[in-house]
């Protein structure tokens, strides 16, 4: 099944586990078989021998078993958390590793919430279900076989019953499975959409205060809601219709055995303490039976996680190279095109540049010329349709794009983006801490950032708050510009860097850019007048072209 083999591989690390886990709950269901047969016993020692001795032997061996069932459940409780949290950290970590190595166009139209919401949701029931079907499988096969047996044996008739109800559910099976498919999956991605909404004004609640906006987002959350309370009585409907089959076929069955049992025992053929023990089985049959049938909607409803989450495993990723590159000499594009639509409305259109070592380069354009899909492209978080870009003469697909942004290309966005934790960790992110107070002073002062820093109680270990709530965007931004000037990379890529800078610190960036050209290829994207002279080479888009 393909849920299992997806699934399989997460387990891998912990197959002994996984082993101990399905074998104890294996042996757990087996003694729980010799539970109602202890009991038929006592209850036949009861009506026959009606000694007080056997009351406690009995009484002793229950208690022995519920002991070891008690045990055995602790047991394999502990084994079910640690192998369903591991598997769970493993197959997420494996998703996000392939999403950040896919082309960002596949995230243009994805919001956030939502993918986190279906990822956690989806990867939790699929993890779920292969630790179900690993233990739960083999248990009820066991249990059908074994009291499939005991039932032939006792009465025929009975066995004719059960074979017949089998043969009902295998129907409704089939007629139910494509159904309870399709309301599970439009039920659950109707329900991620309502989460989503919620979520986004939660993210947005300065914005809606400060534009009076709560009516109209009331109004999108209230359609999101009717959409949702549609699809949920659609997928009420269908799983009560289902469960109600079911519920007048185990009464049939609950009917049956009382009647043939009955007059057995009337008859004299079997003793009450089997009678209830017949009972037990014959229930616990069913239950069995139900199991594999109750798959059916388990399956229906895991198989949604699959197919959302599979999709994001086929989404194609950009190739990483193995060539590293320890030095960049020139970048040379070569009629380079690109387009987000799929009607190929060219972005890019036939572009080629040659950039070389020791030039400050000024990427200028109307709005939507394609200046940050350019950089992007330059940095390899895009593939282009057509042309070539190249490292020293070795093409972009070839080098090993990920060592080479870590260590020799530095991107400064229009979208500051600070992690969690103090403002130096955000300064130095996971590179080491070498530099010294005097150099870092100066870089500090460059865009007059040590002020704001003096202001601050912690100073450099202040803590970026939540959603940045305690700093600016201005700051914000500032931050990302000494984090690449800090990590002094050799391709350094500036994204509309002065939005936020005052006349003075402009110039003494664009100074201090032109004193540390010699052995970089600096991009300023900008429309400043001020940095496009400070620059020596302009190289303009001129945007869509059909």
Known sequence: MKILKLCSGFFRKYKIGLFLYASINIVSGIIGIFIPYFSGLFVDALTINQETDTIFQFAAYLSLLSVVMILLGYITNRLSIRLKTHACYSFIKHVLDHLRNVDIRYFVDKKSSLLTQQLYSDINALVGFY??????????????IILSIVVLSIDIRLGIIFFAILIIYTLIYFIFKPILFKETMVFTDTRNQFYSKINDQISKFNFIRTHSLANFY??????SYGSLYKRARK????SY?????????TTIAQVSIFIFGGIAVVNGYITIGFFTMLITYFSMLLNSLKYFFGLTRYMQETLVSFTRVSDI???????NGNKVIEK????KIKNLCFSYTEDKTKIINNASHTLIRGKIYCLSGINGAGKTTFIHLLAGLLQSDQGEICYNNSPIRDVDMITLRKHNIGFTDQDSILINGTLIENLFLDSNNNISDSN?????????????????????????GENYSNISGGERQKISIIRQLLKNPQLMIFDEPTSSLDHVSKIDLINHLNRIKRDKIIILVTHDEEIIKGCDIEIELKGEVS
């Open 131 to 144: 630790m179900n079907i690993i233990s739960g499988v083999i248990l009820k096969s066991i249990t059908l």
């Open 241 to 249: 219709v289902f469960s109600s089959m079911d519920t007048i076929i």
């Open 235 to 238: 997928y009420n409907d269908v």
């Open 440 to 464: 870092l002073d100066e870089l500090l002062a460059i865009i007059s950032f040590k002020k704001f820093i003096e202001t601050l109680p912690e100073g450099l270990n202040t803590i970026i």
């Open 328 to 331: 960049i000499e020139e970048i």
């Open 218 to 223: 009331d109004k999108k959350l209230e359609e």
């Open 313 to 319: 495993l086929k989404v194609e990723i950009i190739t």
